[in-house]
């Protein structure tokens, strides 16, 4: 089973994301509300998948999946992004991020990434 950190401000995102996620089987070890949160919780979890908003408070998602790199080269990075923010997109798998969600999304649209990112 794998395990998915997820990093979002909205709470609402977590939960819908969280149980789209565990609905598949996957396990949710940790959740996020800002970039900073995100470094710490991914420390104490390891995760396998981390889904990683771009826009929040604090570290945004850019700049936290910079740093996340920095810690393990091979993290898996999925970024959830609103519509039209593509050249952020760009920037952020340059930084590494495997993939990307656009929001709105549909359920089936996040397992699919989520489980080729897990394969």
Do not use: W
Not at 9 to 37: C, H, P, T, Y
Not at 92 to 107: E, S, T, Y
């Amino acid at each position: 089973m794998k395990k998915i950190l997820i990093v979002d401000d909205a709470a609402f995102m977590r939960v819908v994301l969280k149980n789209i996620l565990v609905k598949e089987g996957f396990e949710v070890v940790g959740e996020a509300s800002n970039g900073i949160e995100a470094l710490e919780q991914y420390d104490l979890h390891k995760p396998d998948i981390v889904t990683m908003d771009i826009t929040m408070p604090e570290m945004d998602g850019i700049v936290a999946t910079k740093e996340l790199m920095k810690k393990n080269k091979n993290a898996k990075v999925c970024m959830v992004s609103a519509m039209g923010q593509e050249k952020i997109i760009i920037e952020a798998i340059k930084n590494g991020a495997k993939d990307f969600i656009v929001k709105p999304f549909k359920p089936e649209e996040v397992l699919e990434k989520i489980k080729k990112l897990s394969a």
